[in-house]
């Protein structure tokens, strides 16, 4: 509870699993599906995994995205 006597509300989960594989929430909540559905399908077109979960009303994003190449700079060691 904050010093005035409200409470604040809960702040959603950093990452969830979903079928074994763990998503990072992207840190914004959506007042509407359709502005979230419209971000979802941008992360979806660079590459991203990603899951639409409504909670309380809001609807929330979680990604993730599979490295598929490392790339390393500068010198090997000797």
Same mark, same amino acid.
């Given at each position: 509870?904050? @010093?005035?006597?409200? #409470? %604040?509300?809960?702040?959603?989960?950093?990452?969830? %699993?979903?079928?074994?594989? !763990?998503?990072? #929430?992207?840190?914004?909540? +959506?007042?509407?599906?359709? /502005?979230?559905?419209? =971000?979802?399908? !941008? +992360? %979806?077109?660079?590459?991203? /995994?990603?899951? $639409?979960?409504?909670?309380?009303?809001?609807? $929330?994003? +979680? =990604?993730?995205?599979?490295? =598929?190449?490392?790339?390393?700079?500068? /010198?090997?060691? @000797?």
């Amino acid at each position: 509870m904050f @010093p005035n006597g409200q #409470w %604040k509300e809960k702040m959603p989960d950093v990452s969830i %699993k979903v079928n074994g594989k !763990k998503f990072m #929430w992207d840190g914004v909540v +959506y007042e509407s599906k359709k /502005e979230a559905e419209d =971000t979802m399908q !941008k +992360y %979806k077109n660079d590459g991203f /995994e990603v899951e $639409l979960i409504e909670e309380e009303k809001k609807h $929330l994003l +979680y =990604t993730r995205r599979v490295v =598929t190449e490392i790339v390393v700079e500068g /010198e090997p060691p @000797p």
